[in-house]
């Protein structure tokens, strides 16, 4: 399997926009400041469902439909934002949609899912076990199970990151959060179809560090998401096809703590007045950790969605949580 090539990405770019508008990348006064050097900031909390995940699920309903035009409906698993970027998307051809999510799961995305017309249904712990349930449920009724990486995802979501390699083509790199990979290997893509010569750095959450492990032992484990924060990166199993296109074309990975990634939340709200979740705030987090290194080059965040809940997010500005260091 191959990432998405120029001409798919196009084409999927193509889909993205019949429904939508792309999003703004700014470079904002007070972060360079902080970070002693040029920053550009993709600001995919601007989307219509504020995440980035939005133009994957309209892209790969229209590739299913195209190739299993009968299916019945369809069934997935998520922390929140792909949950929502399917439930929009099934809505537009009138196809019932199941979503499971683990327990605790954020409340105002679940809310948010099921005002989308998603049947929403909890179980589990954490995302590995509702992706398992998700699996049990679309064997029994027959549905198509809707995974959580996939190339036509990818396509998708690589109109966000043509977008901003287009408008900064000296991006020296760019910093991009990974929960199951579709973000980060839609970076790469992008970046082969246009020939930036961009570094693409992950992120991943200190207490959610699998990806982090698996890229440099090469062997995937799972290691159980502790996270208080950043629920869109707790991923605890790698995807085997992300994890070999992120080794081969991911300089590094950083990871972040939940206070860094708090930190980071209050920064964007206090610099560029923007709500960003946790997974939203981790590319600048990283960025920040390694402020050091940036020496004037120009580097760019994703803001990969502003969907946090009210009272965790007033916790954070007050600075009330007990957060993992």
């Given at each position: ?209 699998a990806y982090a ?12 998401s502790q996270t ?98």
């Amino acid at each position: 399997m191959q990432l998405p090539n120029a001409e798919q990405l196009r084409a999927a770019q193509a889909v993205v926009y019949q429904r939508l508008q792309p999003t703004a990348q700014y470079r904002w006064p007070l972060l360079a400041e902080a970070l002693g050097t040029p920053v550009w900031v993709k600001h995919e909390n601007h989307g219509a469902l504020g995440a980035f995940k939005q133009r994957g699920g309209l892209n790969y309903l229209q590739q299913l439909l195209q190739r299993e035009p009968h299916v019945a409906g369809l069934v997935s698993a998520t922390r929140g934002n792909h949950g929502q970027s399917l439930a929009a998307a099934a809505a537009l051809y009138n196809l019932p949609l199941q979503i499971v999510v683990p327990h605790g799961n954020s409340q105002e995305k679940n809310a948010a899912m099921r005002a989308l017309g998603a049947e929403l249904i909890e179980h589990g712990d954490d995302f590995q076990a509702a992706c398992e349930h998700a699996a049990q449920l679309a064997e029994t009724s027959g549905w198509h199970r809707v995974p959580a990486f996939h190339p036509d995802l990818i396509a998708g979501v690589a109109s966000y990151c043509l977008e901003l390699l287009s408008a900064a083509p000296q991006l020296a790199r760019v910093y991009v959060p990974i929960g199951m990979g579709s973000g980060i290997c839609a970076m790469l893509a992008a970046r082969a179809a246009l020939q930036h010569s961009v570094e693409v750095i992950g992120v991943v959450s200190k207490h959610a560090p699998a990806y982090a492990r698996a890229f440099t032992s090469g062997e995937r484990q799972c290691i159980a998401s502790q996270t208080l924060l950043a629920d869109g990166m707790a991923c605890s199993t790698p995807d085997p096809q992300a994890l070999r296109w992120i080794r081969e074309g991911v300089s590094r990975i950083v990871e972040v703590s939940d206070r860094e990634v708090a930190a980071a939340m209050r920064l964007l709200f206090s610099a560029t007045h923007n709500v960003a979740e946790g997974a939203g705030a981790a590319s600048l987090a990283a960025a920040l950790q390694e402020r050091e290194q940036h020496h004037g080059a120009e580097i760019g965040v994703i803001i990969s969605g502003g969907n946090v809940d009210s009272r965790l997010y007033a916790q954070v500005l007050a600075e009330q949580l007990d957060l993992l260091g």
